[in-house]
């Protein structure tokens, strides 16, 4: 078993940074990769970035360039660091974690892009 807790939603203007915090305990030894996923209302969940095992980041293409996933693993903990916002970016943003036991999501955070 695998709890996520997120941090650092918020509402932003178009061009600004927010970063985003998920922190895992549990059984954390068998994860095979962290990441993150969005999902904006009418819209399916999309995946964000995910970092896998031997450290292979995935980035969705609409986010290249302006956002950043790292993991702190002494802190369990995974970042997105997200710049040049737009207003398409607005969505509520998911910690996902790929166990051995299964697949486990965070409660969400909203994140805003608006003048």
């Known amino acids: 078993q695998v709890q996520l807790v997120e941090s650092g939603g918020g509402l932003v203007q178009p061009g600004g940074s927010l970063r985003l915090s998920c922190v895992a305990s549990?059984?954390?030894?068998?994860?095979?990769?962290m990441g993150w996923y969005r999902q904006a209302p009418g819209n399916q969940r999309e995946l964000v970035a995910r970092?896998?095992?031997?450290?292979?980041?995935n980035y969705a293409d609409s986010v290249k360039g302006r956002f950043t996933i790292s993991r702190d693993n002494p802190k369990n903990t995974v970042y997105l660091q997200m710049s040049s916002l737009k207003p398409e970016d607005t969505a509520v943003y998911y910690c996902?974690?790929?166990?051995?036991?299964?697949?486990?999501w965070g409660q969400g955070t909203q994140v805003t892009v608006s003048s």
């Open positions: 970092i896998l095992r031997g450290e292979r980041i």
């Open positions: 996902n974690v790929v166990h051995r036991s299964g697949i486990y």
């Open positions: 549990g059984s954390i030894l068998s994860i095979n990769a």
